[in-house]
């Protein structure tokens, strides 16, 4: 079959020509419909309970992303100075023109309200700053009220004094780029000596969008540039280079066209498809077209040859292809969309790739002239002396061979440190340290956080259990009364209820009839009365189920605030008891003692109803639900790290065991950082099924390809090392496990296995013709140069990543370079060491004649 | 002028008879006198029982119900009203009560039966919610006519079209409105409020009027608050004119002892 293959290639090369720019041109004309994605919470299935229930919370509670406008004054007095508050005026001002952003939702100074006492027995509500101070005194005053009201007192304006901040809403975070841009615009025109910077996560990820399609734009290209130029500085040789780079090309270009024609979104591994799968794609071809020009004599038929060369590699590079594509194909078990869409198309890149070098190659050669061929031979000769790589790698031989057990005892002294080494691996990652830290979101982040309570959201949800049905008795009571009615010739069948029914909305119901909002005739005098009794008995049944009014309940959550502050985990709570305390503060009083709860539900009630006779009547709405069955406690942390959101989530888990909720209440956590948590574990305890599973299937293939379990195993001790070197290596330097990392397991197993093979099937052929030492020898001249070419050329393809913006780019290059260099070395030296002890040699010198 | 309001409402219009004008009136000013007077000084006195239906961008609803008392000392000058809460229970008794001095602040108070409270409201910003509705405080109680620079835009269809700005454009969130007052009965049918972008961003339009004892009265009116995506409908029913109020019920005694005979139907 595979002589079918490239004989067809060879016939057909113009037909193989046409098919492949064809192929590439289609998919290439899909790539401008591309669309980034850069949002975390994608990371997570649409229907997965943790994001469905998020997305609850926040239509519920109306929280919208937010993006952190901050100033910072470092003087004595800080920011609340004339100059300082008219700029930080003149910037909210300017931002609520801007378009995109939730206007009546944005938080500043000058947005929002204040509530005092005017003389004694006198309320004022007015806006908290409506016009900029233009004095000191005046300055000083409004910190005076700020410190009155513990909603904005730390998130407004910092507990120093010295930084204020604005909270711009946007309609959707696509958009925060943009609005950002826009707000650095106003920010340079303001006439301002303070520190301006600009937060939030729906900035960092649009930010990060903007900045990956560029990075896409620029490393691509760039790894191919390298590795052109490595491959010319090895061959010298144009066809010897333009061949496998054509085939890398198309793979690329195939790929990621199929990937956005499919309709799926770029997300932050996918825009790394086309740097993985180039230095990839290159290999198997430089494998053939070195093969060629070794074999090819002046005058032969080169088809002839290609057929006889394309026989002998076809079956390990097979093996190779389907072994590195197990790798990246494992990353489907994973339960995380981006990275099950990243696994699958490098899968199939590789396949791809694998396809084109059989089918392009020999066309590709087919269609050279005399003096191509001749070109190239030269060059391979060249080769043949082998350069600085022929002069050092029989010495490394030498030193596996003959400090065998030096090699031995270094390497499981390695392996030991390493093991301990993942034993330390910490599990974090925040999307705000995917910029540099010295990014300007990176410094925001930073100093915003340092002053304030923390931009950071975890909201905490309190509600009573959907469903609580009516009980019977209430039901059979109400329905009597419509049956009465009914005998009285009132027809109110309508209103009937079940167990079931929502009392909240058979209210207005009764309320829309009683005020004849769908009908045209006013109720009649008969029937309201019978509508207000069955009106005042829901009513009761109502006030039991609003929750969040009862004192009691509001004092649990108070309790639990001031627990979550003491822990210095969390920056600040805000929740409802803050409110009602305040407004009933300045309805009292006006003095500290009266910062309390009101004794009675109504109470409660009433001093809310005051609260929404402000400007802001819907910012209620963020703590509460219209009805009270809900409320929203939210948690400002001062980090993004999953590490820091997991132990507020213990502290509460561990609060609440001790201290039961009220009112058989139930809780569940939503925000950004949750999430990011609940992605985080799925992806860990995913990683390790895939790469088990991958491990497996290797193994299981190389004892088939070698038919030995000896040299199955063997040829799974440099992945082996290298994943656990790798890994423990994470471990010690203290680097997070983040996506990034989790990902480049799987890519591990997929390219270390490739050196063994090679290095394995090589030692095999030579064995079986030569003693144990001297094939170990000669391991070291064209094949140990081959290998060595190869790690080279695949770690330099990634090296353009080290110049990346962006951190996760810089994580993948530096580790696929040690990856590279680990599993080459460990190939070149743990593998002669153990294949040069005696026993083993006698051992693997049986298992070859046996399997001959 | 002012735009509908609570009373506009609960209207009390002049005697239409005399509003029906025979020829268009020609003076913006004239014609925002009027409107208010037919919005907000219907009959001696008044009384309607009200409710607010409150729907937020999610399509959730918050009840408001109550019964509003109002006696004016002359008509177009000084004004008692009260507003008595009924709904939702958490609320019931809870009552305001305003003197309005046109051309001056008004005086308001508030008593809060849960917390056993009465308290004076500062005179200050009036456009804010009124309870938590679309509705401002001012749109209920009136927005007084000199507040605003009027101008009469259009007289040809059955509406006057007026574009007011504010005198002090910073005691306002708009930059100007415009209104649509019936010719036939003065009463504003539609206005529409315009931010500095000069965009709309909220509305009132009268869904509903009917005569009652010769006054033309706003029944149904909604306000949208387009920003936000809310809106507020506010109805009225068993509204009367003419009921001989009494002054003395108007008084701070009221606040914990509700006058119950002029409260029920």
């Not at chain 1, 910012?619 to 069955?629: I, M």
């Not at chain 2, 009465?118 to 804010?128: E, L, P, Q, W, Y």
Request: proline share 5%.
């Amino acid at each position: 079959m595979k002589q079918t293959i490239t004989r067809f290639a060879l016939e057909h090369s113009r037909t193989v020509y046409a098919v492949v720019l064809l192929v590439t041109l289609a998919c290439m004309a899909m790539i401008p419909f591309l669309t980034i994605d850069t949002d975390p919470e994608n990371m997570l299935r649409e229907d997965d309970p943790a994001r469905v229930f998020h997305n609850r919370v926040k239509q519920q509670f109306t929280m919208h992303d937010m993006i952190v406008v901050g100033a910072v004054n470092n003087s004595e007095q800080g920011i609340y100075n004339p100059t300082s508050l008219q700029a930080l005026h003149q910037l909210s001002k300017g931002i609520l023109e801007l378009d995109g952003i939730v206007r009546s939702d944005q938080m500043s100074l000058d947005t929002v309200d204040n509530i005092t006492q005017e003389g004694p027995g006198v309320i004022r509500f007015e806006w908290l700053m409506q016009d900029a101070p233009t004095t000191q005194q005046q300055s000083e005053q409004l910190r005076d009220a700020v410190n009155r009201l513990p909603m904005l007192a730390n998130t407004l304006v910092s507990g120093d004094g010295k930084a204020a901040a604005i909270y711009v809403p946007v309609e959707s975070k696509d958009e925060s780029y943009r609005i950002a841009e826009e707000i650095r615009g106003i920010i340079s025109s303001l006439q301002s000596q303070d520190d301006f910077h600009i937060t939030g996560l729906p900035v960092a990820e649009d930010q990060f969008g903007v900045e990956m399609f560029i990075q896409m734009g620029i490393s691509a290209p760039l790894a191919g540039l390298a590795i052109f130029m490595l491959m010319w500085m090895f061959f010298r040789s144009i066809p010897l280079v333009v061949g496998p780079m054509v085939v890398a090309m198309a793979t690329v270009l195939i790929t990621m066209g199929l990937l956005i024609g499919m309709g799926f979104t770029v997300h932050i591994m996918s825009s790394m498809i086309a740097i993985f799968l180039m230095p990839i794609a290159v290999v198997d071809s430089t494998h053939i077209l070195s093969e060629f020009a070794d074999r090819f004599r002046p005058g032969e038929d080169p088809k002839k040859v290609i057929i006889k060369v394309l026989d002998h590699l076809f079956t390990p590079m097979l093996y190779t292809t389907i072994t590195s594509a197990i790798g990246f194909l494992s990353l489907m078990l994973t339960p995380i969309p981006p990275v099950r869409i990243f696994g699958a198309f490098i899968g199939f890149g590789i396949f791809l790739a694998f396809v084109l070098t059989i089918v392009y190659i020999p066309a590709y050669i087919s269609r050279m002239k005399p003096e191509s061929l001749e070109s190239m031979q030269d060059a391979i000769h060249r080769l043949e002396g082998g350069g600085r790589l022929g002069r050092w790698l029989p010495k490394v031989g030498r030193m596996a061979t003959g400090g065998r057990y030096a090699v031995l005892l270094v390497s499981l002294t390695l392996f030991a440190v390493s093991v301990v080494g993942i034993t330390k691996i910490q599990i974090n990652d925040n999307p705000v340290n995917w910029f540099k830290a010295d990014h300007e979101i990176r410094v925001a982040d930073r100093v915003l956080n340092d002053h304030f309570a923390g931009t950071y959201d975890a909201w905490l949800v309190l509600e009573r259990p959907s469903g609580s049905a009516s009980s019977k008795a209430f039901v059979d009571q109400y329905n009597k009364v419509i049956s009465e009615a009914g005998k009285q010739g009132i027809d109110l069948i309508p209103l009937q209820i079940t167990d079931e029914t929502n009392l909240y909305e058979m209210a207005t119901a009764i309320d829309d009839r009683l005020f004849s909002s769908s009908g045209l005739l006013e109720a009649g005098d008969e029937e309201i009365v019978w509508l207000e009794e069955l009106l005042v008995l829901v009513e009761v049944q109502l006030e039991q189920s609003r929750v969040f009014q009862s004192p009691e309940v509001l004092s649990w959550i108070s309790d639990l605030q001031d627990y979550l502050l003491s822990s210095d985990l969390v920056g600040k709570v805000n929740a409802l008891p803050d409110v009602v305390r305040t407004v009933n503060r300045e309805l009292q009083s006006g003095n500290d003692k009266d910062f309390r709860l009101p004794v009675t539900a109504n109470g409660v009630a009433q001093a809310l109803l005051q609260y929404q006779s402000s400007h802001r009547p819907q910012d209620l709405w963020h703590f509460v639900t219209p009805d009270y069955t809900s409320s929203l406690v939210w948690l400002q942390l001062t980090s993004g790290d999953n590490q820091h959101m997991t132990q507020v989530v213990e502290l509460v888990d561990n609060y609440i065991a001790r201290n039961p909720l009220p009112a058989g209440l139930e809780y569940g956590w939503a925000g950004k950082a949750y999430l990011n948590v609940i992605w985080q574990d799925a992806m860990v305890s995913g990683m390790v099924d895939s790469l088990l599973s991958s491990f497996a299937v290797v193994f299981v293939m190389m004892v088939l390809l070698f038919r030995s379990v000896k040299f199955g195993l063997l040829a799974m001790l440099p992945l082996t090392f290298t994943i656990t070197f790798i890994y423990g290596l994470i471990g010690w330097i203290g680097k997070d496990y983040d996506m990034p990392i989790a990902v480049l397991s799987a890519l591990t197993l997929g390219l270390s296995v490739d050196f063994a093979i090679h290095f394995l099937q090589r030692y095999r052929e030579l064995r079986k013709e030569k003693e144990n030492e001297v094939a170990l020898a000669e391991m070291f001249e064209e094949p140990g140069r081959a290998i060595t070419r190869n790690a080279i050329v695949i770690a330099v393809g990634f090296t353009p990543l080290l110049f990346a913006p962006l951190v996760p780019y810089i994580t993948v290059g530096i580790f696929l370079a040690s990856i590279m260099a680990a599993s080459a070395l460990v190939t070149l030296l743990l593998l002669p060491a153990i294949l040069s002890s005696r026993v083993s040699g006698q051992v693997s010198g049986q298992a070859l004649r046996s399997a001959s | 002028m002012k735009v509908l309001s609570l009373f506009a409402a609960a209207a009390l219009a002049v005697s239409s008879f005399q509003m029906v004008q025979a020829a268009d009136l020609t003076s913006a000013d004239e014609i925002v006198k009027q409107a208010n007077i037919a919005s907000y000084y219907a009959g001696k006195d008044g009384r309607a029982e009200a409710r607010m239906k409150i729907i937020d961008a999610q399509g959730r609803n918050q009840l408001r119900q109550f019964t509003i008392l109002r006696r004016s000392r002359k008509p177009g000058g000084e004004q008692d009203l009260m507003v008595f809460f009924s709904r939702p229970s958490d609320v019931r008794n809870t009552v305001f009560r305003v003197v309005r001095h046109p051309g001056a602040d008004d005086d308001r108070w508030l008593y809060l039966p849960g917390l056993d409270l009465v308290k004076r409201i500062s005179a200050g910003d009036k456009r804010t919610s009124f309870v938590g509705s679309d509705f401002f405080y001012e749109d209920v109680s009136g927005r007084n006519p000199s507040e605003d620079n009027h101008k009469l835009l259009e007289t040809a269809g059955e509406y006057y079209v007026l574009e007011s700005k504010p005198v002090d454009p910073k005691s306002v969130e708009f930059v100007s409105y415009k209104s649509w007052i019936s010719k036939a009965t003065l009463l504003p049918m539609k206005v529409e409020y315009t931010d500095s972008r000069g965009k709309i961003y909220r509305t009132m339009e009268v869904v509903k009027v009917d005569t009652i004892q010769g006054h033309p009265t706003v029944l149904q009116a909604q306000i949208s608050n387009l920003e936000r995506g809310s809106k507020t409908l506010m109805q009225m029913r068993g509204v009367k004119y003419d009921i001989g109020l009494p002054q003395d019920i108007f008084g701070e005694r009221s606040l914990r002892k509700p006058p119950q005979q002029w409260l029920k139907k």
